[in-house]
């Protein structure tokens, strides 16, 4: 058992260790590859990303996930506060993507290194190890947003956003710059950029740009005549005058603001604010850029929706959906977990295979993923299989249930598996039905194979389907013969009748001398014939009890021979008596012989039974037999 187990550690340790390597050369495999087809490079946009981690696999992964959303990144890793120094001296990087802790280095101090620079690059932390205060912690120290390694799916959108707001700060800062260089000079650019830019003082619109004149619909007098927040849709009005307030008395407020405008033929538009306070002829003012964001917005509204509909049929079902990384990781958990295990999502996350299921279901499972990565492998396995399984998994209060499971790959654009797809449904009550079944069917196997009568099953044809050893013997033939033979087309009518009898659903009776039509046998047999019925009460066949009365004929027969041989001596008896009578008495010579005749006329008359016929011919020989 020992060495079994030793085994089985070191076959799991060098599972490990090929599928460590084996992910990395996926990942490799994975990673957009150079190609010299020009109109192909044009599609994809250049993306200078450095990336702060230790870990080389987990950098590529990130590389690939941007490689999937159409990026081509130019990248380099760093580990230490001095590559990454080096590397924002020497080059120019659209984005920074930092693992939270390093074994030299960690992500608060990247932010504060990056802040020493004033160089005003997006810093995004990747981890897979810190909760959300720690998340929130570092969003207060300067990061720009959040992700854990594994769900990187929307990484891709909140890069182009950090660079797009970069990108607005940038414009921002030359605005600012252009102000105070020249009036002018700005005034130009301003007017003719393609950004909505207004400049406001206690709310009222003191200057605005042609994009901004265009995007809220009314004519320039009236524009600049009104306060700005009579543009803004009732519901979004307050927070937009609170926070301009708050700003210009040095609050700290979120540095994007999303409400509605109201343009003048009545359309509702969604925009993009960001602000920054300035000097304005003297006194302070807010400098505002805005982007319409209205397409972006109903665009959000239907993911929404779609993931609001997809949360609830995943909250309301009973089957379970569950999905894991090729590490055998969950990295997703449907609510339907708590009803079949009892554990919640959170603690399902947290567990591992050993956590879930049995022994015995743990190495059922392993050796169907081995097998299923080795068809993989070769390469001429259908994309598209489920695999089916039953595995007992254990409950919260330590019980364990069986469920019904079926797993299948989740596959990346090119084809590759990148994840375990599984739905699991609760199967414990059928399962311990079909035990029940097995069990109780085993019991009536044994009774009806070692059965001392002849038992056969017929369909609702009247056909043999099954029969034991001792109806072969009665019959005198072979099961082979007896398999299959229509009982409908016998030549024994009665035969035939009993088992109609019996498919019409009542029970039909036969007793006579059958001619075997499969073996050259006659056997007196009595049988019994009655209805099988499915559910709902249709008759779907029927089963016969058959006896070989043979040996019971036997005995009858030979109890009336006896019977016989004794009614004859008793008679010669009777009539030796009936003589000695006459004998003595000559006088009645002949009289008993009148009372026995007449007795028997009697009673064959009456249609009494033989046997009761000569009893009372016999009675009336000797009634006179005092005499003696």
């Given at each position: 058992?020992?060495?079994?187990?030793?085994?089985?550690?070191?076959?799991?340790?060098?599972?490990?260790?090929?599928?460590?390597?084996?992910?990395?050369?996926?990942?490799?495999?994975?990673?957009?590859?150079?190609?010299?087809?020009?109109?192909?490079?044009?599609?994809?946009?250049?993306?200078?990303?450095?990336?702060?981690?230790?870990?080389?696999?987990?950098?590529?992964?990130?590389?690939?996930?941007?490689?999937?959303?159409?990026?081509?990144?130019?990248?380099?890793?760093?580990?230490?506060?001095?590559?990454?120094?080096?590397?924002?001296?020497?080059?120019?990087?659209?984005?920074?993507?930092?693992?939270?802790?390093?074994?030299?280095?960690?992500?608060?101090?990247?932010?504060?290194?990056?802040?020493?620079?004033?160089?005003?690059?997006?810093?995004?932390?990747?981890?897979?190890?810190?909760?959300?205060?720690?998340?929130?912690?570092?969003?207060?120290?300067?990061?720009?947003?959040?992700?854990?390694?594994?769900?990187?799916?929307?990484?891709?959108?909140?890069?182009?956003?950090?660079?797009?707001?970069?990108?607005?700060?940038?414009?921002?800062?030359?605005?600012?710059?252009?102000?105070?260089?020249?009036?002018?000079?700005?005034?130009?650019?301003?007017e003719n950029a393609q950004e909505a830019i207004i400049v406001t003082q206690d709310l009222k619109v003191v200057f605005s740009n042609r994009a901004a004149i265009g995007q809220s619909g009314y004519p320039e007098e009236i524009f600049l005549s009104q306060p700005f927040t009579n543009f803004i849709h009732p519901d979004d009005r307050n927070m937009v005058a609170d926070n301009h307030f708050r700003r210009l008395k040095?609050?700290?407020?979120?540095?994007?603001?999303?409400?509605?405008?109201?343009?003048?033929?009545?359309?509702?538009?969604?925009?993009?604010?960001?602000?920054?306070?300035?000097?304005?002829?003297?006194?302070?003012?807010?400098?505002?850029?805005?982007?319409?964001?209205?397409?972006?917005?109903?665009?959000?509204?239907?993911?929404?929706?779609?993931?609001?509909?997809?949360?609830?049929?995943?909250?309301?079902?009973?089957?379970?959906?569950?999905?894991?990384?090729?590490?055998?990781?969950?990295?997703?958990?449907?609510?339907?977990?708590?009803?079949?295990?009892?554990?919640?999502?959170?603690?399902?996350?947290?567990?591992?295979?050993?956590?879930?299921?049995?022994?015995?279901?743990?190495?059922?499972?392993?050796?169907?993923?081995?097998?299923?990565?080795?068809?993989?492998?070769?390469?001429?396995?259908?994309?598209?299989?489920?695999?089916?399984?039953?595995?007992?998994?254990?409950?919260?209060?330590?019980?364990?249930?069986?469920?019904?499971?079926?797993?299948?790959?989740?596959?990346?654009?090119?084809?590759?598996?990148?994840?375990?797809?599984?739905?699991?449904?609760?199967?414990?009550?059928?399962?311990?039905?079909?035990?029940?079944?097995?069990?109780?069917?085993?019991?009536?196997?044994?009774?009806?194979?070692?059965?001392?009568?002849?038992?056969?099953?017929?369909?609702?044809?009247?056909?043999?389907?099954?029969?034991?050893?001792?109806?072969?013997?009665?019959?005198?033939?072979?099961?082979?013969?007896?398999?299959?033979?229509?009982?409908?087309?016998?030549?024994?009518?009665?035969?035939?009748?009993?088992?109609?009898?019996?498919?019409?659903?009542?029970?039909?009776?036969?007793?006579?001398?059958?001619?075997?039509?499969?073996?050259?046998?006659?056997?007196?047999?009595?049988?019994?014939?009655?209805?099988?019925?499915?559910?709902?009460?249709?008759?779907?066949?029927?089963?016969?009890?058959?006896?070989?009365?043979?040996?019971?004929?036997?005995?009858?027969?030979?109890?009336?021979?006896?019977?016989?041989?004794?009614?004859?001596?008793?008679?010669?008896?009777?009539?030796?008596?009936?003589?000695?009578?006459?004998?003595?008495?000559?006088?009645?010579?002949?009289?008993?012989?009148?009372?026995?005749?007449?007795?028997?006329?009697?009673?064959?008359?009456?249609?009494?039974?033989?046997?009761?016929?000569?009893?009372?011919?016999?009675?009336?020989?000797?009634?006179?037999?005092?005499?003696?």
């Amino acid at each position: 058992m020992m060495i079994a187990t030793q085994s089985l550690r070191r076959n799991d340790e060098s599972m490990k260790r090929i599928s460590r390597f084996a992910r990395h050369e996926r990942i490799k495999e994975s990673l957009p590859m150079k190609n010299n087809n020009n109109m192909e490079t044009a599609k994809l946009k250049p993306l200078r990303v450095l990336i702060v981690e230790d870990n080389e696999d987990d950098a590529l992964l990130v590389i690939r996930e941007l490689g999937k959303n159409d990026y081509k990144p130019d990248y380099e890793r760093v580990e230490t506060a001095a590559e990454m120094k080096t590397a924002l001296n020497e080059k120019t990087w659209d984005i920074i993507l930092c693992d939270y802790k390093l074994p030299k280095f960690s992500a608060p101090k990247a932010i504060e290194l990056l802040k020493e620079t004033r160089i005003d690059i997006p810093l995004i932390v990747i981890s897979g190890t810190i909760g959300e205060e720690t998340a929130i912690e570092c969003m207060k120290a300067g990061a720009r947003d959040f992700f854990m390694k594994g769900k990187l799916s929307r990484l891709a959108a909140a890069i182009e956003r950090e660079i797009k707001e970069a990108e607005m700060r940038r414009r921002q800062r030359e605005a600012e710059e252009a102000l105070l260089a020249s009036e002018e000079k700005y005034r130009l650019v301003v007017e003719n950029a393609q950004e909505a830019i207004i400049v406001t003082q206690d709310l009222k619109v003191v200057f605005s740009n042609r994009a901004a004149i265009g995007q809220s619909g009314y004519p320039e007098e009236i524009f600049l005549s009104q306060p700005f927040t009579n543009f803004i849709h009732p519901d979004d009005r307050n927070m937009v005058a609170d926070n301009h307030f708050r700003r210009l008395k040095g609050e700290e407020i979120p540095e994007v603001q999303n409400f509605r405008i109201i343009r003048e033929d009545g359309d509702i538009r969604w925009v993009n604010l960001s602000s920054a306070i300035i000097s304005w002829k003297g006194k302070p003012a807010v400098l505002n850029f805005l982007n319409d964001i209205t397409e972006q917005k109903k665009a959000e509204e239907i993911l929404r929706q779609s993931e609001e509909k997809y949360r609830m049929i995943a909250e309301n079902m009973t089957d379970v959906i569950t999905v894991m990384d090729m590490n055998l990781r969950f990295t997703f958990v449907s609510p339907s977990i708590t009803r079949l295990r009892g554990f919640t999502v959170e603690e399902s996350m947290a567990q591992t295979l050993e956590d879930v299921m049995t022994p015995e279901s743990l190495k059922l499972i392993s050796q169907i993923y081995t097998e299923e990565i080795e068809r993989e492998a070769a390469g001429d396995a259908d994309p598209n299989r489920t695999r089916f399984m039953e595995l007992n998994e254990y409950r919260k209060d330590g019980s364990t249930r069986w469920a019904e499971v079926g797993i299948s790959f989740l596959r990346d654009s090119d084809g590759r598996p990148v994840g375990i797809l599984s739905i699991t449904r609760d199967c414990d009550a059928r399962k311990k039905t079909e035990d029940a079944f097995r069990h109780s069917e085993e019991k009536y196997r044994l009774i009806f194979e070692y059965s001392p009568m002849g038992l056969l099953y017929f369909d609702k044809n009247g056909v043999i389907m099954a029969c034991n050893e001792n109806f072969v013997k009665i019959i005198g033939s072979s099961l082979e013969a007896l398999i299959g033979l229509n009982m409908l087309n016998l030549p024994d009518k009665g035969i035939v009748s009993a088992v109609r009898q019996a498919l019409n659903g009542s029970t039909g009776l036969y007793e006579g001398i059958y001619h075997s039509v499969t073996a050259p046998k006659i056997t007196p047999v009595k049988a019994l014939f009655t209805p099988m019925n499915a559910e709902g009460g249709v008759v779907q066949g029927g089963m016969g009890i058959i006896e070989d009365v043979t040996e019971q004929i036997e005995i009858e027969n030979e109890r009336k021979q006896s019977l016989e041989k004794t009614s004859k001596a008793l008679g010669a008896t009777v009539r030796a008596m009936a003589s000695m009578v006459e004998t003595r008495d000559p006088y009645t010579a002949g009289h008993q012989r009148g009372v026995a005749d007449l007795a028997r006329a009697i009673a064959a008359e009456m249609k009494l039974a033989e046997e009761q016929i000569e009893g009372i011919h016999m009675a009336g020989t000797i009634h006179d037999i005092g005499k003696i």
